[in-house]
């Protein structure tokens, strides 16, 4: 009766730790499987973020460098045409110089363009045209923005013979590069000596190597 007893109790014993041992195991896998899914989620979530920054500056810093070196390319300025240009001239002679002086303006009228060089200058005469030659300084080459000037002198002697000399009657003026004249009104002396050995007495700067000289 007694050893029924142990056995039975034993039993029991041996049921109840298995119910509890497999209880123990269920609830860990519960929370290994829960700790799993909250888990993959979070690093998911950091992967993806990192990703995307990295992803994401990777990215602007290869723009910035295209967008800039297209901006450099397409950003050139273009040349200064005879249309987007007011052209004037003004005396500019100082007593006591040994020439004559007569400063022309160029301003810009239209979009920033850039310039460099000699203009072509003639002299209307009633004796024919009669072209400037160059002082032979070395040309800079600038940008004008809009509603800017540059300057040039145009040098030449004074018709002090006594004489008609050669009537000056006009200017024209041909920005650099350009094919196109303009008609500018000459403000300066009536007339030149009439050279012996058939030099041009006349002569002129590149752009920007003259003052205002009072020329709008």
Not at 53 to 69: F, N
């Amino acid at each position: 009766m007694y050893g029924n007893r142990r056995k039975a109790f034993l039993v029991s014993a041996v049921l109840v730790g298995g119910a509890m041992l497999m209880t123990a195991c269920q609830d860990g896998d519960a929370d290994a499987a829960q700790g799993s899914t909250s888990a993959a989620p979070a690093g998911h979530t950091d992967t993806a973020t990192g990703g995307d920054q990295s992803g994401g500056k990777g990215t602007a810093s290869v723009s910035v460098s295209d967008s800039g070196s297209g901006s450099s390319d397409s950003g050139k300025v273009a040349k200064c045409r005879t249309d987007g240009l007011k052209i004037t001239a003004t005396d500019n002679t100082i007593g006591g110089d040994p020439d004559l002086t007569v400063v022309v303006a160029m301003k810009n009228t239209g979009a920033e363009c850039a310039m460099s060089g000699y203009a072509g200058v003639d002299l209307k005469t009633n004796a024919g045209p009669l072209s400037a030659t160059r002082t032979g300084q070395e040309p800079v080459s600038f940008t004008l923005k809009t509603g800017e000037s540059t300057f040039f002198p145009i040098n030449y002697p004074a018709n002090d013979t006594g004489g008609s000399g050669i009537r000056i009657t006009g200017l024209l003026v041909t920005p650099p590069n350009e094919t196109k004249t303009a008609a500018v009104q000459w403000p300066g002396a009536a007339s030149l000596p009439i050279s012996e050995n058939g030099s041009t007495p006349v002569k002129i700067g590149p752009l920007g190597s003259a003052g205002q000289g009072g020329a709008q």
